[in-house]
């Protein structure tokens, strides 16, 4: 069954990919609508342009609809239809009958990946241009060439996606990724998908603890304007936040801590990738990138870790089309999704227990411990060593770390001992 | 002279030996009556059966009178005059002709110590059984056999010692030992010896400090008992605590130190056993035995440390007849007293001491100090090191750390340093 | 033109050099008559004999014209005028003819270094002698010698320079050397003619941040004499301070900590070390010296670092005439000077800076970052990391080491982002 949602969001990324997304226009809208499908509750909302933002401000909107190279003899060298990732994202629209030498100008490729067609976008800067293979642009010859993009920069809107789910307490876990990217698939679809099935999870969690903040939003821009707009109460409620991204290829785990890095946040992901994910790695603060470079600002200041595979940059395939279907797995984004669900779970029942009875209880009572003297070892139970610690000053994390015992072990024993009214939960 | 106490001790647990002792009783009486001829100011109190104490309750009382194991032919197999470890503590009276299987299932024995008769006890599961050497044990035939137990169970009470010895300051020190195992002389009639010669020299101490709270009491419903009964006050006013047990074998000095171990306890045993005992031995907390379990648990959580040789369970001769009076030595009792009598002397003295000029003392008025400039080195004595920590904020041991000095050296120096009215105690 | 600063302070020391100092006396007012050239606000001021400081009271005021030792046909052996070490300091007035088995005994040597003057002081215990080359002792023959010292020790005063330069903050920098010792130049011309050096560089420093005060004092007598008159505000205002000391010879650096080592002059110098000279050498206070002693005692406890090149007593020269104007060198001095000056450098920045917005700016606005997202790297400039870390609770050392670039680099990164707005300082 579980392993059923690996495959699901394998579907879902698949359907996505074709959609030509960038920080704004019709294709984030396209994706927010197709993901409103799969969480019904998702609020779908529009930032003017020119909004302001901090020291930022919402961009005109742009729109794509065709795109191409035409030589002499009217042969499509280069068509948007092929790939979205033909054109520079924000290019300005042109038609225009060029020679070679200003056409080249306007080419991107990368001679160390013949085959590949970059990712490339001009968000700030107005230009227009093609991104092609490096073995298709040695092809090309001199001559006059027909380029077109029927694109626009219009006064429009930058577009959001927010779920909030209500738990018990109004204290809050964020969980972040960014639907701004083009047709690639690790970078970024995989960290969307893992993202809606951890809110559908989230959704049918009985008893929830905490507030869920679930963000679908374009990178730096939108998270910068979300934060503008969000700022106070997230800093005022958030206890930790996980922005998923690069999360569904092969490679082993990896993770960025926080600024300082002792925020519940890393202490959190820190204790599952040990008992988990063993292999992971972890990166510095200082080669950190997407959203939490604002989640982690000097002021913004959020607990926010990012949980990675194949850290963003590190991979050869990165912003390249050869990040696509085939480089991601449904295996992998199981595995991603099972292991951020530790996290949130951990959370969950991350409380800072106290002991029912000032003493040891009388285990025997309860059936729980040998009456007779006989074992000269006196090996303890996890459930033992766990009330020895429950003062109401550690936590969960604490106590698993003083008692040498996995968190799932002492989560059992939690069970337990609440159910044999031996400690309480705080409040 | 101070080796006349270690053969006093010896010669106090060789009377005691052969008392039946069990966590009730007659034998804890006449334990404790034994004790009070040595400390005249002991309390000697009761608690009646049926006393509620946190989960727990006072036992029903059980005396033993005698008990045999006869063979058909009216020969005494087993006999309770010749060894009290012959009988699980605590069982039942029985007088019955069964049939050899049916006994079989009521010994004890341990086949890798052929010659060992083990210690059993059944407090709180009501049953009968009696304890043999296992080659005795296979040499037991098929055929009908009287079981014969004279004991009884009955409303009575638990018995406790409790000697204070009130100090200049109300903050306390606790000593404790249990007084509840029958004839065995490392575990535990080690604990209750050394800690009557400990209270005899605490009792003669002139000016003394701290007030000692000295406890004699039956192991774990002993502890739980007056934990209940003086829990606020305990722990108002413990500053420090230690548990002896097991510490007259010939074995190296260990300790537990507390849950986080970081306390007053801790320090002064880490500190005294670093300079007097460096081939002790750490065990972790986790595998806390015997009253630690009460007095560490999470919500009672006092400053109190195990100081003990072999830990308990960790000895082959543990629990059995083997652990007898061959087993422990006057000498290593007294090595055992010695060791925890300079950790009471290092608390008495462990004050947050506070220079009296700002500056250096003008030494050589005072014909502490060379005059002339002449050596190079400038090495410099204890008191001086001593002095410029002497802030007020650092106590004894931490200026001991500071200034790479034993804490005997540091003791001369805060002696001389009184005298010359150079540092000042607190208050 | 910093190469002049050296050569400069090597002409002080030359000019200074020949004069007699000692704990009081005209010496120490020449000298001082000197440095107020230098720095014509130096407050030169007088202690009379008799004022009591803590343990210690200001001593008779010595002075000196001649002394010498002349033998039996009238032949000078020893004179005060080719060397002012020949005179143990604060030797009493004599002029005798006496044995040589009496003179013997009031001369000074050292085997271990034949050609080498001893300087010795007597401050505290009455007495006279003379201090010689083994070498030209081993000379002196049996028979009657002159002995004649024109010295005199009266009612008169203790002299203090002190210069205080005023900041924009009442936090202060404390500098500080000793000026009374006679003709020797690592220990101690080294420390004032650098401290001079600083001085005139801080006088100019255009809006300074802190205040300094700049101290030529007596050794241990003036510092404790100073610190009774001036303790409260210097407790108050002291955020680091600075002991000069053995500064002008050869070796490499190092450094005496504060008594626990954690303070803002701990953190600075070990920093400026790291970077400026990571050969450097790290002695425990415990093997403090000169004036350290009584601003880091336990109960003045000032922020207080020694700077030295050799640790007095640990080079062979040290304490005699072979410690003269060849053993140190005016590049070295430079050396000296630019180091300390660097810690005054850092402490004059060392703020807790703010970012202004509380994401990341935008920088393409200010000609500051790349637009286009090609760089798959992302290698951050000093500025994105010190503005990621720029919260307002990190100073300027904490964010070198955290984002572990050099505070040089740093240095430059806070003015860019003053400049372009993108930071603020405290208040």
């Given at each position: 069954?579980?392993?059923?949602?690996?495959?699901?969001?394998?579907?879902?990324?698949?359907?996505?990919?074709?959609?030509?997304?960038?920080i704004t226009?019709?294709?984030?809208?396209?994706?927010?609508?197709?993901?409103?499908?799969?969480?019904?509750?998702?609020?779908?909302?529009?930032v003017p342009s020119g909004t302001k933002a901090f020291d930022w401000e919402v961009p005109l909107e742009?729109?794509?609809?065709?795109?191409?190279?035409?030589?002499?003899?009217?042969?499509?060298?280069?068509?948007?239809?092929?790939?979205?990732?033909?054109?520079?994202?924000?290019?300005?629209?042109?038609?225009?009958?060029?020679?070679?030498?200003?056409?080249?100008?306007?080419?991107?490729?990368?001679?160390?990946?013949?085959?590949?067609?970059?990712?490339?976008?001009?968000y700030y800067?107005?230009?227009?241009?093609?991104?092609?293979?490096?073995?298709?642009?040695?092809?090309?010859?001199?001559?006059?060439?027909?380029?077109?993009?029927?694109?626009?920069?219009?006064e429009g809107s930058l577009?959001?996606?927010?779920?909030?789910?209500?738990?018990?307490?109004?204290?809050?876990?964020?969980?972040?990724?960014?639907?701004?990217?083009?047709?690639?698939?690790?970078?970024?679809?995989?960290?969307?998908?893992?993202?809606?099935?951890?809110?559908?999870?989230?959704?049918?969690?009985?008893?929830?603890?905490?507030?869920?903040?679930?963000?679908?939003?374009p990178?730096t821009i939108g998270?910068i304007v979300?934060?503008s707009q969000?700022?106070?109460?997230?800093?005022?409620?958030?206890?930790?936040?996980?922005?998923?991204?690069?999360?569904?290829?092969?490679?082993?785990?990896?993770?960025?801590?926080?600024?300082?890095?002792?925020?519940?946040?890393?202490?959190?992901?820190?204790?599952?990738?040990?008992?988990?994910?063993?292999?992971?790695?972890?990166?510095?603060?200082?080669?950190?990138?997407?959203?939490?470079?604002?989640?982690?600002?000097?002021?913004?200041?959020?607990?926010?870790?990012?949980?990675?595979?194949?850290?963003?940059?590190?991979?050869?395939?990165?912003?390249?089309?050869?990040?696509?279907?085939?480089?991601?797995?449904?295996?992998?984004?199981?595995?991603?999704?099972?292991?951020?669900?530790?996290?949130?779970?951990?959370?969950?029942?991350?409380?800072?227990?106290?002991?029912?009875?000032?003493?040891?209880?009388?285990?025997?009572?309860?059936?729980?411990?040998?009456?007779?003297?006989?074992?000269?070892?006196?090996?303890?139970?996890?459930?033992?060593?766990?009330?020895?610690?429950?003062?109401?000053?550690?936590?969960?994390?604490?106590?698993?770390?003083?008692?040498?015992?996995?968190?799932?072990?002492?989560?059992?024993?939690?069970?337990?001992?609440?159910?044999?009214?031996?400690?309480?939960?705080?409040?």
């Amino acid at each position: 069954m579980t392993e059923e949602i690996g495959k699901q969001m394998y579907g879902w990324a698949a359907d996505l990919f074709p959609i030509c997304r960038s920080i704004t226009g019709n294709g984030v809208r396209q994706t927010l609508t197709y993901i409103k499908n799969l969480l019904p509750n998702l609020k779908i909302y529009e930032v003017p342009s020119g909004t302001k933002a901090f020291d930022w401000e919402v961009p005109l909107e742009w729109n794509i609809r065709s795109a191409f190279i035409e030589d002499e003899n009217g042969n499509k060298m280069v068509d948007f239809k092929n790939n979205n990732l033909h054109v520079v994202s924000y290019s300005e629209p042109i038609d225009k009958i060029i020679e070679f030498d200003e056409l080249n100008s306007h080419l991107h490729s990368i001679p160390e990946l013949p085959h590949a067609i970059p990712y490339i976008a001009s968000y700030y800067k107005r230009t227009w241009g093609f991104c092609i293979a490096d073995q298709q642009r040695k092809q090309l010859k001199q001559g006059k060439y027909h380029v077109f993009i029927d694109s626009d920069l219009k006064e429009g809107s930058l577009t959001c996606g927010e779920l909030i789910l209500k738990g018990r307490e109004s204290k809050e876990i964020l969980l972040s990724s960014y639907i701004c990217h083009p047709s690639m698939g690790n970078n970024e679809l995989s960290g969307p998908v893992v993202n809606v099935a951890l809110a559908q999870f989230l959704s049918t969690l009985p008893n929830r603890r905490y507030t869920y903040r679930i963000l679908f939003i374009p990178e730096t821009i939108g998270a910068i304007v979300y934060l503008s707009q969000n700022l106070q109460v997230m800093k005022e409620r958030t206890e930790a936040g996980f922005l998923l991204t690069c999360i569904g290829d092969s490679n082993n785990f990896s993770h960025i801590p926080t600024r300082l890095g002792h925020t519940l946040a890393d202490r959190v992901v820190v204790k599952i990738l040990e008992e988990y994910a063993p292999n992971y790695q972890t990166y510095s603060f200082l080669l950190r990138g997407s959203d939490q470079r604002q989640f982690c600002s000097a002021i913004v200041d959020l607990p926010v870790v990012s949980i990675m595979r194949s850290k963003p940059g590190t991979y050869l395939e990165y912003h390249t089309s050869l990040d696509n279907l085939e480089f991601i797995k449904a295996e992998e984004l199981q595995k991603s999704y099972d292991l951020v669900k530790k996290c949130v779970e951990l959370l969950e029942v991350n409380l800072k227990y106290k002991a029912v009875f000032p003493c040891e209880p009388k285990y025997d009572k309860r059936g729980l411990y040998p009456h007779v003297s006989e074992d000269k070892k006196a090996r303890k139970t996890t459930y033992e060593q766990l009330l020895a610690f429950a003062d109401g000053n550690l936590d969960l994390i604490d106590i698993s770390h003083y008692i040498k015992k996995s968190t799932s072990e002492c989560i059992e024993s939690v069970k337990l001992l609440l159910k044999e009214n031996l400690i309480r939960s705080p409040q």
